[in-house]
């Protein structure tokens, strides 16, 4: 894009895309496996009569938690600390990676076994722990591919998406030593298993993020598919649960709707294979030493924004990824965040503030088709917050740029289009100029290519010629 | 640490200014238009649920009463399980002789490597749901605690008829007052463990037990 108003600024979404839609063998992973799952996925819902009924009491579930956060905070905190549990509470990234790391560091380990969680992702956990010598091991199947490759996630919920079959095996070889495997998932998982095995019967310390917490009874539930969720959370003798601030449910029987919602919009599944629900401490049954560390970082911003708000009633689906015309052709990378797709594209740019251009690049990655809004389980409409979030860039560059972002050629194009719509004159006498000038650039119908400033608009589309006569004017000259 | 706390929820108060002053979270309404209870009853209820946690590649056989402690030991033989994890509470009329019960003890509780190196677990269970066709686990008696239904790599969990509900609703709303009085941890089993990160394609058997077989016992 044009100028860089900072050094630090990451690569906007237009420039990572670019070099992404370049990769032949990405795109036709993430193709492939994004039809596959959205087809499903329609199965799964189609089947349910009152799928549209549960969409609007999640939505309205999430609506009362939002508008109530901090009554239904300190309830939680109360639940789970009657429960046995004990409850942290982190403004930012930092504070939450420090927390984390004293807690780990008392139990006097090197090793801790993760499920996938993307909120350790958001705070770069593994790193903060790696910093003071302590390792974390991913054991969803898909994080430990990534963290095997050194790679980064470009799913929510299958963060090695990017990755196919071939490209695992040789990874597992290399990585693993095993000498002989073929590419069959089946044999990948076996040996994923036995990897895995070893560090699940000694680990000390577990770490998990949450789906759901309700503030009620201090329930906490992990949705997963694999069993390396009931490992984490039932092994270790302590277990550290990270968790957005917006995760919460208020009652047990709120699960009905959201046990409903998530694993038909995420797996297409009827229901996933493994839930587990825990309320604090049990005695003789699981960890015996429980932590909950409530995480801000950016959230509250979102809260604020009235528009924006319902980006938190999100419960990581992915439904609105692999339905994106976008995210299908780009992946996830592309997003620079561990929030991809349209979801991304609206929570980064809240959680981060506007001020980075790869940042404020984001909420651009969309054609506002609107398939993510008619997917999403919370009914979280997505185009709205991306227009709403693009007129926010727009008036945080007039703000800061001065009279110097009044001379931008968008900005002056915007005006005197503005002033053309404005007055019917303008507009008709707009028209019979173009008529006039278009007819150097058509070609057999179509214009494919406009000079200068308007090049930008025929770069990736064509467009039709205005015709010879507009309505008004046929009406006009039938009354003559 | 309290700092944070006041912080997060001066924040929270903050961004929630245009909330009135005295509205209640109940007054933000919640429609619940969804189903909360089934419409099925008797054999067709059972028969949807034996149906749906099949289409999961579980092993499901449906038996009477009587012929529990028989179709266990064909059922083991048939898996090749000797060493059977039994949890406490779990009726011992039910196992054959021809398996070799590990008896899992709260005065003496079975390590993790030895609940690894056992052939199986059976378990009876607290609720099932014909609609996803998921068994529910609450750690009561003939269950045991999470770790038993978890390390061995075969899973076989009985389910009396008049266990099964029909939709997820009825589920949660049978485990309200527990959940409030007891707070039991709770595990929802549907189908063996699976995995669809490879190129999203279902691959049965991860890291739970990879065989699991359901009966589902009529009186």
């Known amino acids: 894009m044009k100028k860089k108003n900072s050094k630090k600024s990451s690569p906007t979404f237009q420039e990572s895309a670019k070099a992404y839609l370049e990769n032949t063998q990405l795109r036709r992973n993430i193709g492939h496996a994004t039809h596959t799952i959205r087809d499903k996925r329609k199965q799964a819902v189609d089947e349910m009569p009152d799928w549209e009924d549960l969409r609007e009491a999640g939505s309205n579930i999430k609506q009362r938690v939002m508008r109530h956060m901090d009554k239904y905070l300190l309830q939680l905190e109360e639940s789970v600390q009657q429960a046995g549990g004990v409850v942290h509470w982190a403004k930012d990234a930092k504070e939450a990676n420090r927390i984390i790391v004293d807690l780990v560091k008392e139990q006097q380990v090197e090793e801790v076994v993760k499920v996938k969680s993307i909120t350790t992702d958001e705070i770069k956990l593994n790193k903060a722990l790696a910093d003071e010598g302590v390792q974390a091991l991913e054991t969803d199947l898909a994080e430990l591919i990534v963290q095997l490759a050194e790679d980064e996630p470009s799913h929510i919920l299958v963060p090695a998406i990017h990755k196919n079959r071939a490209e695992i095996r040789e990874l597992f070889k290399k990585k693993l030593e095993k000498a002989e495997l073929s590419d069959r998932p089946e044999d990948l998982a076996e040996a994923a298993r036995l990897y895995l095995r070893k560090k699940f019967l000694s680990a000390k310390v577990g770490i998990s993020g949450g789906n759901f917490a309700v503030a009620e009874t201090g329930t906490i539930s992990v949705v997963e598919s694999e069993g390396n969720g009931r490992m984490c959370t039932t092994l270790p003798d302590t277990l550290i649960t990270v968790m957005g601030i917006e995760k919460l449910i208020p009652t047990w029987r709120d699960f009905e709707v959201f046990m409903q919602l998530l694993p038909r919009s995420a797996t297409a599944e009827r229901m996933n294979p493994y839930n587990s629900f825990w309320t604090g401490v049990t005695q003789g049954d699981g960890p015996q030493e429980f932590h909950l560390v409530l995480l801000d970082n950016g959230r509250t911003n979102v809260l604020a924004d009235e528009v924006g708000r319902q980006t938190l009633n999100c419960i990581r689906c992915s439904a609105c990824l692999n339905v994106c015309p976008v995210y299908e052709r780009t992946g996830g990378h592309a997003y620079n965040s561990v929030y991809p797709g349209p979801i991304g594209a609206i929570l980064t740019p809240q959680l981060k503030g506007l001020k980075d251009d790869g940042v404020a690049s984001l909420p651009y990655a969309s054609s506002l088709c609107g398939a993510c809004y008619e997917v999403c389980p919370v009914k979280i409409n997505i185009p709205e917050v991306l227009v709403h979030l693009r007129g926010k860039i727009v008036d945080e560059k007039k703000r800061k740029g001065g009279f110097k972002a009044k001379l931008d050629e968008e900005h002056i194009g915007m005006k005197l289009m503005a002033r053309t719509f404005k007055k019917r004159s303008r507009y008709e006498r707009a028209q019979r100029w173009a008529r006039v000038g278009q007819g150097l650039f058509e070609k057999n119908g179509t214009i494919s290519k406009l000079p200068g400033e308007l090049s930008g608009w025929t770069a990736m589309r064509d467009i039709k010629p205005i015709p010879d006569q507009t309505f008004r004017e046929w009406w006009r000259s039938r009354d003559e | ?219």
Request: with cysteine; charged share 30%.
């Open chain 2, 1 to 219: 640490m309290s700092d944070s706390k006041d912080e997060i929820l001066g924040r929270v108060r903050n961004a929630l200014k245009n909330v009135p002053e005295n509205e209640h979270p109940e007054d933000v309404s919640v429609s619940r238009a969804y189903l909360q209870e089934g419409s099925l009853t008797g054999q067709k209820l059972v028969s949807l649920f034996a149906r749906r946690t099949g289409e999961y590649k579980a092993k499901v056989r449906r038996i009477k009463k009587e012929e529990l402690k028989s179709t266990i030991s064909v059922a083991c033989r048939e898996q090749e399980v000797k060493r059977l994890v039994i949890p406490p509470g779990f009726p011992p009329e039910w196992l054959p002789d021809s398996v070799e019960p590990v008896h899992d003890k709260p005065e003496e509780p079975l390590t993790h490597q030895e609940l690894d190196e056992s052939d199986g677990v059976i378990t009876t269970c607290a609720l099932a749901i014909a609609q996803t066709g998921s068994i529910i686990l609450d750690a009561g008696e003939g269950q045991g605690r999470r770790a038993l239904t978890l390390l061995p790599d075969y899973h076989l969990c009985i389910v009396r008829e008049d266990q099964v509900v029909e939709l997820v609703p009825e589920a949660f709303v049978h485990f309200d007052q527990q959940i409030k009085e007891e707070g039991s941890p709770m595990t929802f089993i549907s189908g063996p463990s699976a995995t669809s990160d490879i190129e999203l394609n279902r691959v049965e058997g991860v890291h739970g037990p990879r065989r699991l077989e359901v009966f589902i016992v009529g009186s």
